[in-house]
């Protein structure tokens, strides 16, 4: 007799677990999907200020770019070059050079480079080479 006794408690403790993690289980779901919601509404309430906000930041870059296009127009840095800074362009022709013979042409870039190579410094620096 003592036998059933255990196994009817054992049954019934049983039950109770099972209907604890049930209930357990609906009050998480529950309450889990009323967060869900209340974060999905605190997200749709600020989406339209996040919109308003965006169509200023782009209005703001439009002014922006054509602000940047007027300041680089080449008239007006011209004109602020001659009117501020005293500065007149240059309109001498530059310098034609002739050459009859292509030999003295290429006599004449060989005579450059050397000059050029002599023009050449080697430094020596610590720690580099």
Excluded: C, H, W
Aim: net charge positive; hydrophobic share 35%; aromatic share 6%.
């Amino acid at each position: 007799m003592r036998t059933k006794k255990v196994k009817k408690l054992k049954s019934s403790t049983r039950k109770r677990m099972v209907s604890f993690i049930v209930l357990f289980s609906l009050v998480f779901v529950i309450s889990a999907r009323m967060y869900q919601g209340f974060k999905i509404d605190l997200l749709n309430k600020e989406l339209p200020r996040l919109e308003e906000k965006r169509n200023q930041l782009l209005d703001a870059t439009e002014k922006l770019r054509s602000e940047v296009e007027r300041l680089k127009n080449i008239d007006r840095i011209s004109k602020i070059a001659r009117e501020k800074l005293g500065l007149v362009p240059n309109e001498d022709k530059g310098a034609l050079l002739r050459l009859e013979n292509y030999d003295d042409f290429l006599a004449l870039k060989k005579d450059f480079g050397k000059k050029k190579d002599e023009d050449k410094r080697q430094y020596r620096v610590a720690g580099v080479q």
